[in-house]
């Protein structure tokens, strides 16, 4: 039977739950059983075998979700194999080079042993949620920059890594 993979994330406007359902979707093609939940939903996380956590990230913080989620669950995430991204930067450096995780986030990641971290570009557009986030895009600082063929190329590592794993047992 495929390990089965939970993949949680923590979202304000919806751009890093978009980033998560690409990161699902990979997992699905490859042959993993995945499913795709909000953080702030997650009741219980023994029914999957590998969690993968995401989450955007305000004035270098991950969002509330994402953070409860991971000091709600944090015996069980200890215990699976689990990865982390986080999603922000609004502009390209995501793309040209390799961005360490947030010190909340690096610490949590030191504690539970998370195998590896990503941070993928932001997105932040017209009708964001928040006054500092319409004040960035109405000062012309918003934008799309994320990079789905990096999403699903760190995705596909995973399930690489995961089905090797499973091919092992």
């Known amino acids: 039977m495929p390990t089965s993979v939970l993949v949680a994330y ?16 990979v997992l699905r093609k ?9 953080a702030r939903s997650v009741v219980d996380v023994t029914a999957y ?16 979700d994402a953070r409860r989620f991971v ?4 015996r069980q995430l200890a215990e699976r194999p689990l ?18 995780p947030v010190h909340g986030v690096r610490r949590a990641m030191t504690r539970l042993g998370a195998r590896d971290h990503a941070t993928f570009g932001g997105c932040l557009e017209e009708g964001a949620k928040g006054r500092i ?10 934008g799309d920059f994320r990079d789905f ?8 590592r995973i399930a ?6 499973q091919a092992e047992d």
Do not use: C, M
Request: no cysteine; charged share 20%.
């Open 10 to 25: 923590g979202t304000t406007n919806g751009s890093t739950a978009q980033i998560a359902e690409a990161v699902t979707e």
């Open 30 to 38: 490859e042959g993993l059983a995945a499913d795709l939940l909000p």
């Open 49 to 64: 075998g590998a969690v993968v956590v995401g989450s955007g990230l305000y004035a270098g913080r991950w969002h509330r």
């Open 71 to 74: 000091s709600r669950h944090s």
């Open 83 to 100: 990865w982390f991204f986080s999603s922000g930067p609004l502009d390209a450096s995501a793309s040209e080079r390799d961005i360490p």
């Open 133 to 142: 986030a319409q004040s960035i895009v109405r000062n012309g600082k918003g």
């Open 149 to 156: 063929g990096a999403i699903e190329a760190w995705a596909a």
């Open 160 to 165: 690489d890594e995961l089905l090797k794993e």
